[in-house]
């Protein structure tokens, strides 16, 4: 198994940064994708960035030029640094990982953190 722990949210105005990183710890070495997504109430669930442990990152439009995800794999950890922050971008976001080579090419995801609250304001 794997245990995720995000940290790093925090409140901060708009334009402003913020790292988040997630701690993952148990069988780490079976990982072979990574994702950050956010949900706010009533909305579904977003992927914000992922990378593949061997072929590297996405990002979707609204986070592309802002968000860059990496990780620091002696740490066993995955960042996400988020740049120009927008009251939009206020979130819970979430780390997530999947050991399974076919389940990450479907961006799906079996490991999942509690999230860490983000608030960005105007």
């Known amino acids: 198994q794997v245990q995720l722990v995000e940290s790093g949210g925090g409140s901060v105005q708009a334009g402003g940064s913020l790292r988040l990183s997630c701690a993952a710890s148990?069988?780490?070495?079976?990982?072979?994708?990574m994702a950050w997504f956010r949900q706010v109430p009533g909305k579904g669930r977003e992927v914000v960035a992922t990378?593949?442990?061997?072929?590297?990152?996405t990002y979707p439009e609204f986070a592309k030029g802002r968000f860059t995800i990496y990780q620091d794999s002696a740490k066993n950890t995955l960042y996400l640094q988020m740049l120009s922050l927008k009251p939009e971008d206020t979130s819970m976001y979430y780390c997530?990982?999947?050991?399974?080579?076919?389940?990450?090419?479907?961006?799906?995801?079996?490991?999942w953190g509690q999230g860490t609250q983000v608030t960005v304001s105007s």
């Open positions: 148990g069988h780490t070495y079976k990982l072979y994708c």
């Open positions: 997530a990982a999947e050991s399974s080579p076919r389940l990450c090419s479907r961006y799906e995801y079996s490991y």
């Open positions: 990378i593949d442990l061997y072929s590297g990152t």
